[in-house]
């Protein structure tokens, strides 16, 4: 079972990947120097009524085992400890020990 901070990271990226494309239009309108300044503000006030988990900057790569949220490895989305013991013990694809 994932904890908290796992879910909740799942979730902001759900809520982002949703609400992207729309989120990027209303970002582009309102930055868009050539359109009228009321376009641009009305644009602007959309953007302001997205949620909170509608910003990009909110998703944070996080360890999928133990919920982490530094040293993460992003191919395998696990920590550099879980890393090991996965690779120790062979769970993980094309990956061994070095040794020489």
């Not at 239009?25 to 376009?39: C, I």
């Not at 910003?55 to 879980?82: D, H, M, W």
């Amino acid at each position: 079972m994932p904890n908290a901070r796992v879910l909740r990271d799942i979730k902001a990226r759900n809520v982002v990947k949703a609400s992207e494309v729309l989120r990027r239009a209303y970002l582009y309108v309102a930055r868009n120097e050539t359109l009228s300044p009321q376009v641009r503000h009305q644009a602007q006030l959309q953007l302001n009524t997205f949620g909170k988990y509608t910003r990009p900057t909110t998703v944070k790569n996080r360890c999928t085992e133990s919920g982490r949220g530094r040293g993460i490895i992003s191919e395998f989305a696990l920590c550099r400890y879980q890393f090991r013991l996965k690779a120790l013990k062979l769970e993980l694809p094309g990956v061994r020990k070095a040794s020489w």
